[in-house]
């Protein structure tokens, strides 16, 4: 059985889906590594909203995708930008999500660590940024999840060189209560935040970057680098304080970064485990018992999808998350907060379904190939 996908050209391809998912065992805790999938939110596709209004959430699908990903040991890192967080979800509804997923974490036992930002406003001055960063602090807080320090877009406006950030940051990490990820994500995800630390030149924003950990490394549990440049992530690790972690954001290099080298490795907190889950909890569970090699040979095949849901413009990656979710049987529809199912080309779809169903990505190869026929069938295209 065979069926008839478009490539980057447009011309119709026939392709042979899987018979069979991939196998995995789910199991025992991580021992190596920790390792948090970013998770995206499920839209409700009933709800009466356009794309300017406030996000309308599937909250029974949503928090079962999240015990999905605990099932197979992944941490959860809620609120970030893989759930639209500035592109799609407003601050009222990171807050709801926040609130309900740390509730869901406790009653199952699973990690979750949620972002702070600063999204209840768009602009001011740097108290006003300081102020809406502690508000989102306080919730977390008090919703007992870990905090992620996330990228502000207010910050990266009114901020007028790297002393801005010493000082909000510093302030924020003297009352946080427990340790916290610093998040630096690159403008490739978020164009406002271009220039995040004080400077355009890298070198210059990881120098006060580091500066930041390295005056507080008892109040930061680790950093989030979302660059996409191995390199840089590599020697940014090195330079951590000890007991500094580094999860890597590099959805690009992922599985050398995680495997690490003579000098160290990369824990992980990644937007591509939300479609990989399962067989990323394998892969670990094979490095957990020393065997690097099993690991890349399970992990390294899936670089190939993850480049291709992420290329640019990078921050519309959350379309094909969502769109391999439904193709999976987690949610019933292809429908997402702010409409942005409509961020990404058919071909972009087609090769995505290919890629993920050649991984054995999909529970039921058979429910993946009707939901694709029936999106094909949308477009025009009969089988």
């Known amino acids: 059985m065979t069926i ?3 490539d ?5 391809r026939s392709y042979e889906p899987r018979p069979e998912p991939l196998a995995v065992t789910s199991g025992t ?7 948090f999938s970013a998770a995206h939110v499920v839209a409700d596709p009933f709800a009466d909203t356009s794309p300017d209004s406030a996000a309308a959430v599937d909250w029974d699908a949503t928090l079962a995708f999240r015990r999905h990903l605990w099932s197979h040991g992944l941490g959860v890192a809620e609120a970030m930008d893989t759930a639209q967080r500035g592109m799609g979800l407003d601050w009222a ?4 999500l926040i609130r309900r997923s740390s509730a869901e974490a406790k009653a199952v036992g699973g990690r979750i660590a949620c972002g702070v930002g ?15 960063y502690e508000e989102q602090l306080a919730l977390v807080e008090e919703s007992g999840a870990q905090a992620i320090l996330m990228a502000s877009r ?45 400077s355009s030149d890298l070198d210059a924003a990881t120098d006060t970057f580091l500066e930041v950990i390295a005056a507080h490394p008892d109040k930061v549990d680790g950093i989030k680098v979302s660059l996409l440049e191995a390199q840089r992530e590599i020697d940014i690790r090195r330079r951590l304080p000890q007991g ?9 290099n992922y599985p050398e970064l995680i495997a690490g080298d003579d000098q160290g490795f990369s824990h992980a907190l990644l937007g591509i485990f939300d479609p990989l889950g399962p067989l990323a909890a394998e892969a670990v569970r094979v490095l957990d018992t020393g065997n690097t090699a099993g690991f890349r040979e399970l992990l390294d095949p899936t670089v190939e999808l993850s480049r291709h849901l992420f290329q640019t413009p990078t921050r519309f990656y959350k379309t094909g998350v969502v769109f391999l979710a439904w193709l999976a049987g987690h949610q019933s529809h292809f429908t997402m907060v702010g409409g942005l199912q409509s961020a990404r080309s058919l071909p972009h779809f087609a090769r995505a379904y290919q890629l993920a169903d050649g991984l054995g990505l999909f529970p039921d190869p058979k429910l993946a190939e009707e939901r694709m026929k029936n999106l094909l069938a949308l477009y025009g295209v009969t089988q």
């Open 29 to 35: 805790p991580f021992t190596s590594r920790t390792v």
């Open 93 to 96: 509804g990171a807050a709801e």
């Open 244 to 252: 500094v972690r580094c999860y890597t954001g590099d959805d690009f």
């Open 8 to 12: 980057a050209s447009g011309a119709l």
């Open 4 to 6: 008839q996908l478009p």
């Open 118 to 132: 600063t999204d209840q406003i768009t602009g001011g001055t740097l108290a006003d940024v300081q102020a809406a």
């Open 154 to 198: 207010a910050l990266a406006a009114v901020a007028k060189g790297p002393e801005d950030y010493l000082e909000v940051y510093g302030h924020l990490l003297r009352q946080a209560t427990e340790p916290v990820v610093l998040h630096w994500l690159g403008p490739m995800f978020d164009p406002a935040l271009e220039g995040y630390w004080g």
